[in-house]
């Protein structure tokens, strides 16, 4: 069992930026990916940004790639998400997921543990 914690969340203006952390306890695996998630109201969870522990190779979504930057410390076990130039829609509770393995997966039933989110209000 894996306990995710997810902190940093909070208002900020269109424009401005948030750094969100998720640190991980209990057991711990040799490899894994480490991701991001969101969910506004009404809407399903989308991936926003995953990390392979191992590697550090990086995957973003779309609509994030340039403004969001996934990073980890192993040392630490922590992934943190600073997000630049938010806007509105980047409105959600953000989750931290982690998978066993090194394989990458943007599909929020791939991964095997979550933390309970974290609130991100972008206003206009």
């Known amino acids: 069992q894996v306990q995710l914690v997810e902190s940093g969340g909070g208002m900020v203006q269109a424009g401005g930026s948030l750094r969100l952390s998720c640190a991980a306890s209990g057991r711990t695996f040799s490899n894994y990916i480490m991701g991001w998630f969101r969910q506004a109201p009404g809407k399903e969870r989308e991936f926003v940004a995953g990390?392979?522990?191992?590697?550090?190779?990086?995957y973003y979504a779309d609509s994030v790639k340039g403004r969001f930057t996934i990073s980890r410390d192993n040392a630490k076990n922590t992934v943190d998400l600073q997000m630049n130039s938010l806007k509105p829609e980047d409105s959600a509770v953000y989750y931290c997921?982690?998978?066993?393995?090194?394989?990458?997966?943007?599909?929020?039933?791939?991964?095997?543990?979550w933390g309970r989110g974290t609130q991100v209000t972008v206003s206009s």
């Open positions: 990390i392979s522990w191992v590697g550090g190779s990086t």
């Open positions: 997921a982690t998978k066993r393995g090194s394989v990458f997966y943007n599909y929020p039933k791939q991964y095997d543990y």
